[in-house]
């Protein structure tokens, strides 16, 4: 970490807010190389065209007008093509900086130097470790398995679509650490102006907070939102592992921070839906995340349960009595801990699984078949 205690601002964000202001009064030393013709990556969340569900165009207008001041090369990314429809709702951003899907940019393989989880190499953009400046500009969400999204999880979406499966697969938290490695982002500037908050991603609502944070640290931004949406960051694992690493501080004493933090502070909301008539859960043996992730496929799956089916959800090792009492065309079986389970009924591995395996569960059970062909390589299915 060294001497320096990583710098973290709170603004309201409205009229007469400019990040750039606040880029140039607290965060020169992090620009002070920029030139002309380096390249600044923003890497943005822009999965779903949604109004209010990415990242705000205005907070990323004046981001890239401040670094185009510099001379520099502007690029926002993101891995979806989406990310072109939604841009072109603000064609002044498209004076400032260049548009592109990670899904058209060359890939190098690398290993990542002291990877836990993903320690195999992997195909990354060459953008993010090549670029001269990285900044991660998420948008605040909660998370039904790994409690917050914010500007580490936002690194997820740099990764081309056939790999973001094998990061749930090895563990999503330790793989959002490893991530944060490739190419530490120099700064974050994220938007809490418009949350998502609840049972996301599988469901979640958008909440107004209004409120920017700027940092100089990845981990330092991320402990700052949790402390300020009402989290507890050491519930949060990955901000552990960061901690641990060395990539980040570990409380809020190791932080200059900035801003009006005690009257910026909202209690995010949580999603945890009472237990659902016709299923049962058995995770008591299942990690934390898991748990988290099976309490909130209940929701999901309420809505279009079909009434006269019984339906077991089951995490962990210790599942065995449970299954017993169930048809495998009942039964999910969640996570990598219930692999040796996984013929016993609908097996979704990862740990937690991703949000599209629960959705593809959720087809077979509404309708006793896949109805979307796309959901049928997302699961293991019982056998006939």
Same mark, same amino acid.
């Given at each position: ?5 990583? $710098?973290?601002?709170? #603004? ?13 009064? #607290? ?15 923003? $890497? ?115 990764? +081309? ?7 749930? @697969? ?13 190419? +530490? ?13 609840? @049972? ?48 980040? +501080? ?135």
């Amino acid at each position: 970490m060294g001497e320096r205690r990583p $710098k973290v601002t709170l #603004d309201r964000f409205g009229p007469g807010y400019d990040v750039g202001e606040r880029l140039a009064a #607290d965060f020169s030393a992090s620009v002070a190389t920029l030139g002309v013709g380096d390249v600044v990556a923003i $890497k943005v969340n822009m999965f779903v065209t949604t109004p209010d569900y990415h990242t705000n165009l205005e907070l990323l207008t004046q981001t890239a007008r401040f670094f185009r001041g510099f001379g520099a090369e502007v690029v926002v990314v993101e891995r979806l093509e989406v990310i072109d429809e939604v841009c072109a709702r603000h064609p002044e951003l498209l004076r400032y900086a260049t548009i592109r899907s990670l899904e058209h940019v060359p890939i190098q393989t690398l290993a990542i130097e002291g990877a836990t989880s993903l320690r195999l190499e992997i195909g990354i953009p060459t953008i993010i470790p090549d670029c001269d400046l990285f900044v991660s500009a998420p948008q605040f969400r909660t998370h039904a398995g790994i409690l917050m999204s914010n500007a580490m999880k936002n690194l997820v979406g740099i990764l +081309p679509g056939y790999t973001t499966r094998h990061v749930h @697969n090895v563990g999503l938290s330790e793989a959002i650490v490893d991530l944060n490695r490739i190419h +530490p982002p120099e700064l974050v500037i994220a938007d809490l102006i418009t949350t998502i908050e609840g @049972n996301y991603p599988i469901s979640g609502t958008v909440h107004q907070r209004g409120i920017v944070l700027v940092a100089d640290n990845v981990v330092a931004a991320d402990l700052v939102a949790a402390e300020l949406s009402g989290f507890d960051p050491r519930e949060i694992e990955y901000l552990q592992i960061a901690a641990n690493a060395g990539l980040g +501080p570990n409380s809020m004493s190791e932080i200059e921070l900035l801003g009006d933090f005690e009257g910026l502070r909202f209690e995010c909301v949580r999603d945890v839906p009472p237990p659902t008539q016709g299923i049962e859960l058995a995770v008591d043996s299942a990690c934390v995340e898991c748990q988290r992730y099976c309490r909130s496929i209940q929701e999901l799956l309420s809505v279009d349960l079909r009434p006269e089916v019984r339906l077991l959800i089951a995490a962990g090792p210790a599942i065995e009595s449970a299954l017993q009492a169930y048809r495998p065309e009942h039964t999910l079986i969640i996570g990598n801990c219930a692999y040796p389970h996984r013929r016993r009924g609908i097996y979704l591995e990862g740990c937690p699984p991703r949000a599209l395996q629960a959705r593809a569960a959720a087809d077979f059970l509404a309708h006793g078949e896949l109805t979307v062909p796309r959901h049928r390589s997302q699961c293991r299915w019982p056998e006939s």
